[in-house]
């Protein structure tokens, strides 16, 4: 089983500054992607930032300047640096990895999600 825990949310004031932490565990061969999505709005999950294996990034253009994502492959861990949060940024942000296990499959997986909440 492939398990994905987060960490590091919680309240901030607007402009303040938070660290998401993502670690990825079990029986894990090889990681192509991980990321950050947020609910959002609409009925699915929006893309916040991602970055791939070979050191890729995509920002979603709300976060850009902002926000910045980190890898650590060894410790198969994701960051997300959260700079100057504005109350919009407030969410259910939920890590996602892309991942081959062994299960002989490459899927996609979640975590839990955690609360961020930019508010006076």
């Known amino acids: 089983q492939v398990q994905l825990v987060e960490s590091g949310g919680g309240l901030v004031q607007p402009g303040g500054s938070l660290r998401l932490s993502c670690a990825a565990s079990?029986?894990?061969?090889?990681?192509?992607?991980m990321g950050w999505y947020r609910r959002g709005s609409g009925k699915q999950r929006e893309l916040v930032a991602r970055?791939?294996?070979?050191?890729?990034?995509d920002y979603a253009d709300s976060v850009k300047g902002r926000f910045t994502i980190s890898r650590d492959g060894a410790k198969k861990t994701v960051y997300l640096q959260m700079n100057s949060l504005q109350p919009e940024d407030t969410d259910v942000y939920y890590c996602?990895?892309?991942?081959?296990?062994?299960?002989?499959?490459?899927?996609?997986?979640w975590g839990q999600g955690t609360q961020v909440t930019v508010s006076s």
């Open positions: 996602n990895g892309y991942i081959y296990s062994s299960k002989s499959t490459w899927d996609s997986y």
């Open positions: 970055v791939t294996s070979g050191g890729s990034v």
């Open positions: 079990g029986s894990i061969f090889s990681i192509v992607a």
